[in-house]
């Protein structure tokens, strides 16, 4: 009956974050969660199951560390917290942005904390606003996104957000973000306008809107919420070319792809890219409590340093700097670089490659599977040979995942436009081992959808 109760008073008193506020009434929560332990999370009646979604995206170093929990004891029983406003400081803020400019490539090396990815990137547009504001350059406004880009919930981030489901909620777009409606294409940002999608392309966005309109682009390294889609070679360097042509600054979202989830620490080590603002959350803390940050390079620091120097950077939350977030940051960091977390996930890429091959040869629905490190996906098609996708109202790669939930196995379907893909974001912790389990537990999962009858 407690299980019951607690149903009932989910439904009845929790409004989910996306989630349908009639299904969720009438049927109540999916899981209840209890317990988690390295790649596992256990529900209230008892079953385990594989997190293969890092939850979202962010349990990077897995479910219950002590080590994490001894270091957020040992700092709230020190400090739990102190404001980071006026000047005020406190080690753990100072030794993280420290280390966070250790790690990050190029001169990233000054950093600004936030609660999570939406605030980090509202904190870059704002700051990179006021950056050309007092540049003399206050028409540099508008931001360029991507279609299908994700770069979070609030105000600004939805803006530049490119998925319509969250731009069509209070119809929440602010002036001045745009998107480039054609993604990934490195020709196109090269300035090849022979290409008939070059208008779309970044560039082209650019060159309609006006170069100097243009504050920042923003994009994700790999495109996470969106559908997985991996960069071909040459195309991130490409934008910071584009970028440093028409002197705009590149805004790298690495909220997903940040501390070692491609199998390199951030994402733009992929492709040897600095940014000039990088944004980070999720795996800062692998989600033992909430913290990002927009690290900055040293030059755009110095340069809002000189241009104005009794100008106040009017911006911060209360949270800024948060005394134990930042402690359980840098033990979270600690241990990623302890156990070679991030040479784990490059090396495990291979073995989701292996097994995603092995469900392509024995599912004839599966299809343009990818990984890097341990971000990875694959299609599902109703015809393979002829690219015929399934009808919208199959709802396949949802139906597989409900399939997959009843083998334990907790994936994130993603239907867009007629394309069902399934992706994968497990903790940088997952061995050989349990890779194989999860690619048994789909194959299992896809059968049964086969046995549907929908092909
Ligand atoms: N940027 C990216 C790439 C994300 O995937 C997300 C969240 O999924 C965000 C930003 C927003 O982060 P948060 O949900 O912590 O505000």
Redesign the pocket.
């Known amino acids: 009956t407690t299980i019951n109760e607690l149903k009932e008073s989910d439904k009845k008193y929790f409004l989910h974050p996306t989630t349908s506020i009639k299904q969720h009434q009438a049927n109540g929560p999916s899981f209840i969660f209890k317990e988690g332990k390295g790649i596992y999370l256990t529900d209230i009646n008892g079953d385990q199951y594989i997190d293969a979604m890092s939850s ?2 962010n349990v990077n170093i897995g479910h219950g560390r002590e080590e994490i929990a001894e270091a957020a004891k040992e700092q709230m029983s020190t400090l739990a917290y102190s404001s980071c406003f006026q000047g005020f400081s406190h080690e753990p803020v100072i030794r993280l942005s420290e280390k966070l400019a250790s790690i990050t490539p190029g001169d990233l090396n000054v950093s600004f904390f936030t609660s ?4 980090s ?1 509202d904190t870059a547009f704002k700051l990179i606003r006021h950056y050309w504001k007092l540049k003399g350059e206050a028409k540099r406004t508008k931001i360029i996104g991507v279609k299908r880009g ?4 609030t105000v600004g ?1 939805t803006s530049a957000t490119g998925i319509d489901q969250f731009q069509n909620m209070a119809t929440a777009k602010a002036p001045d973000f745009v998107h480039a409606t054609t993604r990934f294409k490195t020709n196109c940002e090269l300035g090849d306008k022979s290409d008939p999608d070059y208008a779309g392309s970044i560039r082209g966005t650019i060159e309609k809107e006006g170069t100097e309109t243009v504050a920042a682009i923003i994009v ?1 390294p790999v495109m ?2 969106g559908g997985l889609f991996i960069p071909p070679a040459g195309y991130l360097q490409a934008l910071r070319k584009l970028c440093d042509e028409y002197g705009i600054l590149m805004i790298a ?1 690495e ?2 792809c940040g501390f070692g989830r491609t199998g390199k620490m951030f994402g733009v080590d992929n492709w040897d890219v600095v940014p000039d603002v990088m ?1 980070v ?2 795996g800062i803390t692998s989600a033992y409590i909430q913290l ?1 940050a927009v690290i900055i390079t040293e030059r755009l620091r110095n340069e809002l340093a000189e241009i104005s120097p009794n100008d106040v950077f009017f911006h911060g939350f209360t949270y800024s700097g948060h005394t134990t977030a930042c402690a359980i940051a840098l033990k979270n960091i600690e241990i990623i670089e302890r156990e070679d977390l991030v040479g784990n996930a490059k090396r495990m890429e291979a073995e989701l490659m292996k097994g995603f091959k092995y469900l392509e040869n024995n599912h004839s629905i599966v299809t343009k599977s990818r990984a890097i490190g341990l971000l990875a996906g694959f299609e599902l098609l109703k015809d393979r040979e002829k690219g015929v996708p399934f009808d919208q109202a199959i709802m396949a790669a949802p139906k597989v995942v409900g399939e997959c939930h009843k083998r334990k196995l907790i994936v994130r379907p993603v239907v867009f436009e007629g394309s069902n893909s399934i992706v994968f974001a497990p903790p940088l912790i997952t061995n050989k081992e349990q890779v194989e389990t999860i690619i048994n537990k789909l194959s299992d999962a896809i059968s049964a959808f086969e046995r549907q009858g929908h092909l």
């Open positions: 979202l995206w999570g990815g939406s605030e990137n994700y770069h979070g919930i981030a994700e996470g919420a979202d909220v997903i944004t959350a999720k990002g």
